[in-house]
């Protein structure tokens, strides 16, 4: 990531990973959905994989990309359901240093909006992992869309105010 000031957009190097037992690169709508969206925001694409819902897996992921000097941002999708094998917010919590409660909480309210109390079943969650940030959203392309386009299309814009996730990005390894 460059530097810039506040007033300038500043490009942020985003890994994207879908956790799924049975996506492909060919299926994958909602990485396909992230990757554009990010894309078209002005983002680059640093890094993308699918894993299986598998705790280590997916942890062993993140920590690696966490790891990369080239990644700022991890998005994940898929994995945040409440079934036996939605594990991501598991994976996530083995490896954070911190807990960003206030992500799943403002995605399911964005959510709410379109699902109604169906958003319960979401365990949308986010954390830094080594200085970088993961966000874990939900595997449906819709889930992909609103946390994109409703929260991290501004949090991910160093010119939002009063205050963004870029801007602390420098600082997140103190």
Same mark, same amino acid.
């Given at each position: 990531?460059?530097?810039?000031?506040?007033?300038? $957009?500043?490009?942020?190097?985003?890994?994207?990973?879908?956790?799924?037992?049975?996506?492909?690169?060919?299926?994958?709508?909602? &990485?396909?959905? /992230?990757?554009?969206? /990010?894309?078209?925001?002005?983002?680059?694409?640093?890094?993308?994989? %699918?894993?299986?819902?598998?705790?280590?897996?997916?942890?062993?992921?993140?920590?690696?990309?966490?790891?990369?000097?080239? %990644?700022?941002?991890?998005?994940?999708?898929? =994995?945040?359901?409440?079934?036996?094998?939605?594990?991501?917010?598991?994976?996530?919590?083995?490896?954070?240093?911190?807990? %960003?409660?206030? $992500?799943?909480? /403002?995605?399911?309210?964005?959510?709410?909006?379109?699902?109604?109390?169906?958003?319960?079943?979401?365990?949308?969650?986010? =954390?830094?992992? &080594?200085?970088?940030?993961?966000?874990? /959203?939900? =595997?449906?392309? &819709?889930?992909?869309?609103?946390?994109?386009?409703?929260?991290?299309?501004?949090?991910?814009?160093?010119?939002?105010?009063?205050?963004?996730?870029?801007?602390? %990005?420098?600082?997140?390894?103190?």
């Amino acid at each position: 990531m460059g530097h810039a000031n506040k007033d300038e $957009f500043l490009v942020v190097h985003i890994a994207v990973l879908t956790v799924s037992d049975t996506r492909t690169p060919d299926d994958d709508r909602s &990485g396909d959905i /992230l990757v554009e969206r /990010l894309e078209k925001a002005g983002h680059k694409l640093a890094a993308r994989d %699918i894993v299986r819902d598998e705790i280590p897996d997916i942890s062993k992921k993140f920590k690696q990309w966490a790891d990369d000097p080239a %990644i700022d941002v991890i998005i994940a999708t898929g =994995g945040t359901g409440v079934t036996g094998r939605d594990v991501t917010p598991e994976a996530l919590a083995a490896v954070q240093d911190k807990d %960003i409660p206030g $992500f799943g909480e /403002l995605f399911r309210m964005v959510s709410f909006q379109k699902i109604k109390t169906s958003t319960m079943q979401s365990r949308a969650c986010a =954390g830094v992992v &080594g200085g970088t940030y993961v966000f874990a /959203l939900p =595997g449906s392309p &819709g889930a992909c869309k609103d946390a994109w386009d409703e929260i991290l299309v501004h949090q991910l814009d160093i010119r939002t105010r009063p205050c963004n996730f870029v801007e602390m %990005i420098p600082r997140l390894k103190e």
